[in-house]
């Protein structure tokens, strides 16, 4: 089947500027993770998805940032106001949850804040 | 608080073996993972240790002692297709929860 997917694939925006990153799990995975990879430095976890649960935000950098994930689904990591130490590799993985350990990774986004 | 360290670069020459350490200190721990990561793509998964001891998968092998918050990745026979970044990641207190990473080693495999 397919794997997480995540668009647009490149984004270039202007300081102050709000963006939405796209991120599609694999179908039937109950646990959704973003991250983020500046250049030098190792990924970043930023929040994490659960079932129904209240998702864990403790590695969201600033309030600038904010995730949802509608119908347990396909998650929109936005980022309003940005800054330019906001340009990095916006990651998202998924896993099938519970005991499972194995979290697929997409393609990321690449954002460049000018 | 939490950390872990793995160095930054290694080398390599094709048909050698070549050991990653990573160490970290934490306040909770799960499971400690490895990733694969070529040049503009996604993290792979290569391998996750939760009890002490060696865990070994074709040409590629993980160590985990919790005791001493200590990891290695080590792979043998090298080939090319090996050059790549290796990721050293923890996870705290349950399975399934977020991955807490090192910033990576850079691994250089020549001819």
């Known amino acids: 089947g397919a794997g997480v997917s995540q668009s647009p694939s490149n984004k270039v925006t202007e300081k102050g500027k709000d963006v939405e990153l796209r991120c599609d799990p694999i179908?039937?995975?109950?646990?959704l993770y973003w991250y983020r990879q500046s250049l030098g430095q190792g990924l970043e976890f930023l929040i994490y998805?659960?079932?129904?649960?209240?998702?864990?935000k403790s590695g969201l950098p600033s309030d600038r940032f904010s995730a949802e994930r509608t119908g347990g689904s396909v998650s929109t990591l936005t980022i309003q106001r940005t800054q330019q130490e906001d340009s990095a590799v916006y990651l998202c993985a998924s896993s099938s949850g519970g005991s499972a350990h194995e979290q697929f990774f997409g393609p990321g986004t690449r954002l460049t804040v000018l | 608080g939490q950390n872990i360290d793995q160095p930054t670069e290694m080398t390599a020459t094709e048909g050698a073996i070549v050991q990653i350490n990573c160490t970290y200190q934490?306040?909770?721990?799960?499971?400690l993972f490895w990733y694969q990561q070529h040049a503009g793509e996604a993290p792979t998964f290569l391998s996750y240790?939760?009890?002490?001891g060696l865990e070994e998968k074709g040409r590629f092998s993980s160590f985990l002692s919790r005791s001493k918050g200590y990891s290695y990745l080590l792979l043998k026979e090298l080939q090319m297709k090996d050059s790549a970044s290796y990721l050293c990641a923890f996870t705290r207190n349950q399975a399934g929860t977020a991955l807490i990473f090192g910033k990576g080693t850079t691994l250089s495999v020549s001819s």
């Open positions: 998805f659960q079932g129904n649960s209240a998702p864990d």
């Open positions: 240790n939760v009890l002490d």
């Open positions: 179908s039937g995975h109950t646990a």
């Open positions: 934490t306040s909770g721990f799960n499971g």
